[in-house]
């Protein structure tokens, strides 16, 4: 997709939902860019509003203030544009694994034989292209998690919201998720925004970082990642990875002092 300017852009986003007990300010003047074809990450402390915003740029949820726009136009309601992936991947135990990625192309009333072709293509890049007849429960957390993310890109959006995608993985198959993100990343050049609680991840996968403050969340740091690419297993020992990482820890760790 074309754009002049970023891809996806929020502009002072404040998001305020009405509870039981009174408002709670999710969001507030949150506003960042994400050009096309980066990947970004979105880091900040539990409750801040991270998955809030994923909504609201997913068009799930409408902001109280300001807006979400993709390639100049505000989004309103879930797109073809928008891929979204969750943390759990939520299969549909009676359909296949075909079938369940292609859902939300169903849904969005797409052309069903492109969508099959580029399904068995992502299925390939994934490594599950023998596994498209079987069933959710034949599948380990991780192929259900790689399942979920083929799911978000089969109608070929041109941004993907991914909302802490391996969070429930064992630490081996998050880390082998990781280079497998990044790999399908360089070959779609799709443009990504990424949430996690992991510094390591962020900075591993991202162009840039986005820092949230604690609830109402907005930016205070934004932070460009420049290592190399492909990134490697020997990244993660490398000085420049380090520094970054504990430029990040240091931030969190004054934060949650107080200070
Ligand atoms: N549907 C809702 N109704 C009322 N309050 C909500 C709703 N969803 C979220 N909240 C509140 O909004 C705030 C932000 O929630 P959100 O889930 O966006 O945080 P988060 O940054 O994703 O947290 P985590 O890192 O734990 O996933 C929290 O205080 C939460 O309690
Ligand atoms: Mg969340």
């Known amino acids: 997709m074309q754009a002049n300017g970023p891809l996806l852009h929020a502009s002072e986003v404040t998001l305020v939902y009405q509870g039981k007990r009174g408002d709670i300010t999710a969001l507030e003047d949150l506003s960042l860019e994400v050009q096309d074809g980066e990947f970004v990450s979105v880091l900040g402390p539990s409750g801040c509003g991270k998955s809030t915003f994923l909504k609201i740029a ?53 052309d069903m034989a492109a969508a099959r072709k580029t399904a068995d293509e992502y299925l390939a890049l994934v490594g599950l292209e023998t596994f498209a007849a079987n069933y959710p429960n034949e599948l380990s957390g991780g192929m259900q998690q790689r399942v979920g993310l083929v799911r978000g890109l089969v109608h070929d959006p041109s941004v993907l919201l991914m909302d802490e995608p391996f969070a429930a993985l064992d630490a081996m198959t998050r880390e082998q998720m990781t280079l497998e993100l990044q790999k399908l990343w360089m070959t779609t050049e799709k443009s990504v925004l990424f949430i996690t609680h992991s510094i390591p991840e962020a900075v591993f996968l991202s162009d840039r970082i986005v820092v949230l403050s604690e609830r109402p969340g907005s930016v205070v740091m934004d932070l460009p990642v420049t290592l190399p690419r492909p990134r490697s297993f020997e990244t993660l020992s490398e000085k420049a990875f380090n520094d970054i990482c504990n430029r990040l820890r240091a931030h969190f760790s004054s934060f949650m002092a107080g200070g």
């Not at 544009?81 to 299969?91: D, M, P």
């Open 58 to 110: 997913a068009g799930l949820v409408p902001p109280s203030k300001g807006r979400v726009e993709l390639a100049g136009k505000v989004i309103e309601k879930p797109s073809p544009e928008v891929g979204v992936v969750f943390q759990k991947a939520n299969l549909l135990p009676w359909k296949t694994v075909l079938e369940n990625v292609l859902v939300a192309a169903r849904s969005l009333g797409l």
